[in-house]
């Protein structure tokens, strides 16, 4: 799977996901076809997925900055796992809030690998032969 793919799944995932989070398309759904006992699980599902969503772009932003520095995958799934892990703790209370600094904070990330690859451009060889 090449880069663009990788960040166009990753930003499909999640939009989705913070649709189904913030506005109640999902509840509807579900309750339309007999399923209104899950909907009070859903948030347990879906805040995982759209911080791991944020992840693959994340990740998907660094393969396609052309890898600068260490691997980010470690840190990024640690940080997956630890904002999940904060907002079932918090139970869900600052859900937006710490929703819309995930996202800030892969926009930053991705403000940094830009920044990182406009000042050491990577020469490319060409055959001219």
């Avoid at 189904?20 to 006992?37: D, H, K, Q, R, Y």
């Avoid at 944020?54 to 890898?67: E, F, K």
């Amino acid at each position: 799977m090449n880069d663009k793919t990788l960040l166009r799944r990753g930003l499909i995932g999640s939009v989705i996901a913070a649709i189904c989070c913030f506005t109640p398309f999902l509840v509807v759904i579900v309750a339309g076809v007999g399923l209104s006992a899950i909907v009070g699980w859903l948030d347990y599902a879906l805040f995982p997925l759209l911080f791991a969503s944020l992840g693959v772009v994340a990740h998907a932003l660094w393969l396609q900055a052309g890898r600068p520095g260490r691997c980010p995958k470690n840190l990024i799934i640690a940080l997956v796992i630890a904002l999940s892990v904060l907002l079932f703790w918090l139970e869900f209370r600052y859900a937006l809030r710490i929703s819309v600094a995930a996202a800030l904070a892969v926009a930053l990330y991705a403000g940094w690998l830009r920044r990182a690859a406009a000042s050491n451009p990577v020469t490319v060889k060409t055959d001219l032969t």
